[in-house]
């Protein structure tokens, strides 16, 4: 009785206790991330501007991981198809993706059974680059600014037309925003695809055209185009050179092309923080700066709250755009 309930196994007792809880505390504690390959899925084709830019990033985001970052395209629906799949992913933050501000903010007013909600299936994490839209016109309007433009639009109303990338892309709607800020009508001529558009404005099939930059870039010394204005809030460093249109007689006027990280909602708070901070610190170092910059982009970080805050406010603004204009997908 005694050497069975003598000092050694007190201690040998004492020790197991310790031990349990010991490993109870550690099945407590969130798995280490990333346990695995990140797969960062782009909601639009090889190719694009966001398809270039997360390829900038993904091989230095995985150094700083530890784990491959792998791109995965799933293009369709306005960004829709990928960012159905990705709000359905596990919310273990080894599924994020990155989508463009029509995906976020203009499709839950152009389609009817969206297969996700923006801000309910959605963890934000930072606001990653954007692709300045730009106003471009056919040299044979003779015209060279905004200004001259808008009253040139006023004074013949229906006579020019417009080429967008298709019907309820950003550039389309951009263009109607533009059109009700100014008190204009001008016609839209809908292409399948930037390219196309601005190939179609080259070719005189249009007056003017709302372009990305990106898209844009190879023709930027083309005499068969007049680039007239950007349609961001301030001047581009991109292109220094071309006015804004608040610059040019539209006061306050901004239709931002951007795009952004989201995880899946109910991802643990220190993952998105710990993805913020990480893609954030890239954006800012000069190698991926000048990068973006190659390829007509600019890095655009934000903290997950900024990125909440602007999907709200222009999930508002493209609704009324939306309902006022009539814009429908093709």
Known sequence: ??????????????????????AAVAGAQPAAWPAKTVRLVVTFPPGGSSDAAARIVAPRLAERLGQPVVVENLPGAGGGVGLAAVAKAAPDGHTIVL???????????????????????FAPVTTFGTSPFVLIASPALGVGAARDLIALARAQPGRLTYASGGNGTAMHLSAELLKRTTGTFIVHIPYRGSGPAMLGLMAGETSLA?????????????????????????????????????????????????????????TNADVVARLNREITALLRTPDVRERFQQAALEPLPSTPAELAVRMRGETEKWAKVIRESGAKID
């Not at 185009?225 to 460093?237: G, K």
Request: charged share 20%; aromatic share 8%.
């Open 99 to 121: 989508a463009s501000a029509g995906g976020l903010t203009a499709n839950p007013s152009l389609y009817r059974n969206l297969a996700y909600d923006p801000v309910r299936d």
């Open 1 to 22: 009785m005694n050497a069975f309930f003598g000092p050694g196994c007190a201690a040998r007792a004492a020790l197991a206790v310790v031990a349990t809880l010991l």
């Open 210 to 266: 709302v372009i990305d930059l990106a898209t844009l870039r190879p023709q930027w010394k083309s005499d068969r185009l007049r680039i007239i204005a950007v349609f961001d809030r301030e001047r581009s460093a991109l292109a220094p050179e071309v006015p804004t249109l608040a610059e040019s007689g539209v006061p306050g006027f901004e239709a931002a092309g951007w795009f952004a990280i989201l995880a899946p909602a109910g």
